[in-house]
């Protein structure tokens, strides 16, 4: 137990919050430098900017600081009458004007670096949803969800009573990285299917926000291979805390070996819905979807929050209406934070989420939903 | 200046009467003193309704983790916080403390719309009681963030259309003040008051009214417009119906960007008031203060994008908008100089005023620096939406904006009750304030640097220890509060009588007239030779 931590459960009562034990030994003071050539740049310009407003700083406290030390009527200072001067005024009207242009124009020439998206080598569109990040590459096809690992997911539940401490990379771990080749011209194109989102990592110094009907764009060229973090950078409801990017940088080798994995896992997700699924495995596979994509507005236990998200622990529409059920889910409840999952879930995940829901908690309507039932509804 | 001052009660014929006597006097009172007493305990009671969300807000953030609340409560906090701190706080503290003093700075005898101003006051409980009580609804309160993004915005439950009406009064209200002080100030200046020897509070405050007046419908007609889209089918802001959803962040930051100077705006003028009284000398540069307010108030309708640089605008907008952001940092920093050149070998004195007055200099210079550093846009996309935002306008509202009324506050405290107050507990406060209120909001720029986002209610592990500072730092300034309370209740009750002067080195017609003031003052008006 670090020091602080040992004031502050004095001050707060030990019992309520109990100190975390594992030494969280960053104090991180500044900005990363980051990965990339623009990342440093900024960095740079960044620390040019504070030692001004620093230098400025030590000359206007200073002067304040002797006149509050010299000029006071308890060491006798009588006050001077001199109340105006144009030659001041123009002076500290002037010399802050050259200060911010010689600023002002480093910064438009970098501004303009860096919204020149242009000879792209790969293309990566990122949708946003509430509260998670799709992935799809352009140019290879490969497509996919990443969201909240589910060790944060567990541990960031209130009252869990997980120490956070514990977990791998806390809040900041997905299911599923994306991964990008170093050295290469990566561009992003940013949209959102619900709310506004912001898509953000520090070590590329590269943030911009994933708005519903409007696609922005961005690029990267990563340095350095390894795995680097950001999160979501728009306030998008209740959940926004908890959709983290993760970025895994690779040789162009083992990029090309995971193009060609990925490619090869989709092949067989695309063929799963044309068989005859057991309850057993519905339920599992509908377990680990519901947690991924529906728990966090519905609940664990199904019962939803009263006033903002339904519950479907006991709802009419999941113990009777099936069609109903899978229709809301395929194309969502517009004005509401339902949203359409046709997008993002698969005939095998979408048959397997409605199954699950219906036979989980007391809902135990015995009900069975194959694929092939979901891809009929699909086509109409 | 000379004036000739005169007591209350003079031989007019229409208003020999004080005030009505029992608990209607309030209700239906058209003094501007009562006015100015109902609008200041009005937010100072809110300061302590939003205190309560930051201390929400600060528990949670102790340490990493979901201990007290849920998310969605979480950013009912963050967001009621903020409408509470900006619209209950701090714009009825300097309505009121306009109420009571512009008429006593410029000689005149009230308000120049005495019922009106009854009226704008009186709606202010309503609109709030209407907007908190939102929190125990099915749904619970607004959680969109006090910027009201769609279509986050239009996900909020049952609490939409009361928090849009309750935005609707305060809006109504905020109009209606500052119609009545460019009412007051163009016709009730006493002879001989022209406008280049108004003092710099009367300045500062109707050039915020003219913001105002320009601003709030701005506000109405975005939030009306959420409304349509929610309940009326248009499609404003929906992307699906050929709508814009950055069109309302626009519209919404062109009302926000003044407003953050309607925020600040009386505070410089409170402060310009305070440095010269506690340094026996006359403000440095009166003319460039009144030049350089005008000219933040202009540059505050050409600066707003610069709050939206990550949301994909043309780079010819984003360079526009980095420039002009920049410019604004020329007559801030007038100002900032003009205030030290003030102190520069003047006879200075600290009681607590000048204390409030040069922590304001100080921490709200710090929050300036950051606000530097936030307007060059390629460098913002690193702090935007982090806790460096956070930090930045907190220092320029808290240790900024809030300094600037407590000084003001402390100032004409004796001026309206007739008694001294404590000095010894006016100046336990500031340094309990001071040493808290940068203990809250200075780590916020280190973890804000290290990658923290604003508004979430857990975090990874690594921002753990300056989240722990913060929050220390949030009870301590939070509960320092109760001794301004304590204080003013107790000069209200007595004290050391209060001279006409009170202070050394005061100037203005504030000061001509007895403490406590006469229930009606300058009747006749005064003439300012």
């Given at each position: 137990m670090n020091k602080i931590q040992r004031v502050t459960s004095i001050l707060f009562g030990g019992a309520l919050w109990t100190a975390t034990g594992t030494a969280r030994a960053e104090w991180e003071l500044n900005l990363t430098q980051g990965v990339t050539e623009i990342s440093r740049e900024v960095f740079d310009m960044h620390m040019t900017v504070m030692w001004i407003c620093f230098w400025i700083g030590v000359l206007v406290f200073g002067a304040m600081a002797i006149s509050i030390v010299k000029h006071r009527k308890s060491k006798g200072a009588t006050p001077a009458t001199f109340h105006e001067s144009t030659f001041a005024e123009i002076l500290w009207t002037i010399i802050p004007f050259v200060i911010l242009i010689s600023m002002a124009f480093p910064a438009a020439k970098m501004l303009v670096k860096m919204e020149d998206t242009s000879d792209a080598e790969i293309t990566i569109k990122v949708t946003g949803h509430q509260w998670k990040w799709e992935y799809e590459y352009l140019d290879s096809g490969i497509k996919f969800i990443s969201s909240l690992h589910a060790d944060s997911r567990e541990a960031a539940t209130l009252g869990s009573g997980i120490d956070p401490s514990t977990v791998d990379n806390y809040l900041l771990e997905v299911d599923n990285p994306v991964v990008l080749p170093t050295g290469k011209k990566v561009r992003f194109l940013l949209t959102s299917s619900d709310v506004i989102h912001a898509w953000w990592i520090p070590a590329f110094a590269i943030k911009k926000d994933a708005i519903p009907g409007f696609i922005n764009e961005m690029w990267t060229i990563v340095d350095e291979e390894g795995t680097y973090r950001g999160q979501c950078a728009e306030l998008c409801g209740r959940q926004h805390g908890f959709m983290p990017i993760v970025v895994e940088a690779k040789s162009e080798a083992e990029y090309g070996e995971w193009v060609t994995a990925q490619l090869a896992a989709a092949e067989v997700a695309a063929s799963s819905a044309d068989r005859e699924w057991a309850m057993d495995e519905l339920m599992e596979r509908g377990e680990k979807v519901y947690g991924t994509y529906c728990a966090a507005c519905h609940q664990a236990d199904g019962n939803g929050i009263a006033g903002v998200f339904p519950a479907l622990n006991g709802s009419p529409m999941v113990l009777e209406d099936i069609e109903g059920h899978i229709d809301i889910i395929l194309n969502g409840k517009p004005g509401t934070a339902m949203q359409a999952f046709a997008a993002q879930l698969n005939d095998a995940d979408l048959a397997a989420v409605v199954t699950y829901e219906r036979n989980a908690w007391e809902n135990e309507t015995g009900d069975i939903i194959q694929p092939a039932a979901v891809k009929s509804l699909r086509i109409q | 200046m000379n004036a000739h001052a005169t007591d209350a009660h003079h031989d007019s014929d229409h208003d020999h009467h004080g005030p009505a006597p029992g608990l209607m006097r309030w209700v239906t009172t058209t003094n501007h003193k009562d006015i100015g007493s109902l609008y200041l305990w009005f937010s100072l009671i809110m300061f302590f309704i939003g205190g309560l969300m930051a201390l929400v807000i600060r528990s949670e953030l102790f340490q990493p983790g979901l201990q007290l609340v849920d998310p969605h409560f979480f950013n009912q906090m963050t967001t009621l916080h903020a409408l509470v701190m900006i619209f209950g706080v701090v714009m009825p503290a300097f309505v009121g403390l306009a109420n009571w003093m512009l008429p006593m700075m410029i000689g005149a005898p009230d308000m120049a719309l005495p019922r009106m101003n009854n009226w704008s006051f009186w709606i202010l409980p309503f609109g709030f009681t209407m907007m908190l009580s939102t929190l125990l609804m099915d749904g619970g309160g607004?959680?969109?963030?006090?910027?009201?993004?769609p279509p986050l915005s239009l996900q909020t439950g049952d609490a939409f259309p009361y928090l849009i009406f309750s935005i609707h009064l305060l809006g109504v209200s905020s109009i209606m003040g500052a119609i009545n002080i460019v009412a007051t100030i163009m016709n009730l200046r006493a002879p001989g008051m022209t406008f280049m020897k108004m003092p710099l509070f009367v300045w500062t405050w109707f050039i915020t009214a003219y913001l105002l007046i320009a601003v709030m419908p701005v506000l109405a007609g975005a939030v009306t417009m959420l409304l349509t889209d929610k309940f009326f089918g248009t499609s404003f802001f929906d992307a699906a119906g050929g709508g814009d959803p950055v069109m309302f962040q626009h519209i919404f930051w062109f009302f926000g960007h003044p407003e953050v100077y309607i925020l600040i705006l009386p505070s410089f003028g409170l402060v310009s008031e305070i440095i010269p009284t506690f340094s026996r000398k006359r403000l440095f540069g009166y003319s460039s203060m009144v030049y350089a307010t005008a000219s933040i108030a202009f540059l505050s309708f050409i600066v707003w994008a610069h709050h939206m640089f990550t949301v994909g605008m043309p780079l010819a907008g984003e360079i526009f908008f980095m420039f002009t952001t920049m410019l604004i940092a020329v007559p801030t920093g007038v100002k900032v100089f003009n205030w030290v050149s003030t102190m520069w070998r003047g006879s200075m004195t600290f009681e607590t005023p000048m204390l409030f007055a040069l922590g304001f200099v100080v921490m709200f210079t710090i929050g300036g620096f950051s606000g530097l550093m936030l307007a060059m846009t390629p460098i913002d996309f690193q702090y935007h939406d982090t806790y460096f935002v956070v930090a930045h306008f907190h220092y320029v509202l808290v240790p900024g904006a809030i300094y600037g009324i407590i000084a003001g506050v402390y100032y004409w405290l004796p001026k309206w009750t007739g008694n001294m107050y404590s000095e010894s507990l006016g100046k336990t406060h500031f340094w309990l304030s001071t040493i808290f209120v940068n203990v809250l909001f200075f780590p916020m720029h280190f973890v804000g640097l290290a990658g923290m986002p604003r508004r979430i209610p857990d975090y990874a592990v690594q921002f753990a220890d300056f989240n722990q500072i913060a929050t220390i730092g949030a009870f301590g300034f939070g509960f320092s509060q109760i001794l301004l309370l304590v204080l003013v209740i107790k000069c209200i009750k007595g004290g050391e009588k209060a001279t006409d002067q009170v202070w050394e080195g005061a100037q203005g017609l504030e000061w001509t007239v007895a403490s406590p003031p006469p229930y009606h003052t300058f009747s006749p008006q005064p003439v300012i030779k």
């Open positions: - | 607004p959680a969109a963030g006090w910027t009201l993004y």
